[in-house]
């Protein structure tokens, strides 16, 4: 397992405290590569901020949106404002996981005469990977991803070779044309820390599009961050302190989302099959600790969860068969969620549901 994940309550207290000089690297870092995607990309700021959250968080993030909506302009971008490695994978019914990982081939020394396997890396080594439109590769081929994303490794015979690092997988998938893919399972799905809805621009931000992309105009993006710069920041977002009140809120958001569990409201047992396991939790706080961060702050709120709630729970909760006929989907069931959660301290520990909750 990533121990990246697991392990991220202890770091704050081995790291020390934040300064503000601390706080102020990643909010300016944050500023920069806005304002280099800016040159390139029209709106969408907060699937922008969620997928820097995602990426100081050593998260990845599956985006979907239909066609036409620069989900994959945006990913390239991002990577051109980094001093990294990049790697695009277009992912097609016939794409092997060798095609992805890698492969051992038979290579001959040619002054001694000597065969020996050696191993040629696939894509999957670089730094930012571009999984797009993943749900057009067969389960085998996206299975390969699996454990590159949560070990940070790839094995392939007996040997296992590790990524670089920072890695940071960023997959699109496009919600229309079903005939013909295979959609993530709901266990691949979890790796991915959010899920992000790719929306239509609004009319002010398509005229600009129609005016910039029908024109001369192109955009000179720079680097503004290295890998070492990177890693340093993904230090920092760890040692951001979060009080015991936050983490119980967002352990109270998550478990009502588990069917049959004592406290779940009546409407999550009627509307979800089934609901989020602890990875929503841990990438909730983490996501909490970049947010903050990258908005100058050096502590949680509970507003950060509230934010990320959508993000991190959509894609871990299924919604029943009763729920899909009525048209409600799992962001309307996660809205009741957090509408029906206390935000205080002393409300969310007197309830009497939440009792149940704590006590389970």
Known sequence: MDNSVESA??????????????????????????????????????????????????????????????????????????????????????????????????????????????????????????????????????????EAMQERQVTVGRTR??????????????????????????????????????????FDEEFEVARRTTGMETGDVQ??????????????????????????YALSLVRQTRVGDDGVPDFVNDLVGWGAGPRAVQFLILGGKARALLEGRFHVSIDDIQQLAKPVLRHRMVVNFAAESDGVTSDNVIDRIVAATPTTEDELSRDARFQKIFAS
């Open 9 to 146: 309550g202890n770091d704050g207290a081995a790291m020390g405290e934040l300064s503000a000089a601390d706080a102020a690297r990643l909010n300016d870092a944050k500023k920069q590569i806005s304002q280099e995607l800016g040159k390139v990309i029209v709106g969408q700021q907060e699937v922008i901020e969620e997928i820097m959250i995602g990426l100081f968080s050593r998260g990845h993030v599956l985006l979907e949106g239909v066609p036409g909506l620069a989900k994959t302009l945006m990913i390239s971008t991002l990577a051109r404002t980094m001093d990294l490695a990049f790697s695009r994978v277009q992912f097609t019914p016939d794409l092997m996981p060798a095609d992805v990982t890698g492969t051992e081939i038979i290579e001959e020394d040619r002054s001694t005469g000597h065969r020996g396997f050696r191993f040629m890396e696939g894509p999957l080594f670089a730094n930012i990977i571009l999984a797009d439109e993943i749900n057009r590769t067969p389960p085998k081929t996206q299975a390969s991803l699996l």
């Open 161 to 202: 070779h590790p990524l670089p690092n920072p890695f940071f997988v960023l997959a699109t998938q496009n919600p229309i044309e079903q005939e013909g893919t295979y959609p993530l399972p709901e266990a691949q799905q979890d790796r991915f820390m959010f899920k992000v809805y790719v929306e239509y621009p609004s």
């Open 223 to 248: 680097a503004v961050l290295n890998a070492e710069e990177i890693i340093r920041l993904q230090d920092l977002v760890r040692r951001v302190p979060v009080s015991d009140h936050v983490v119980r």
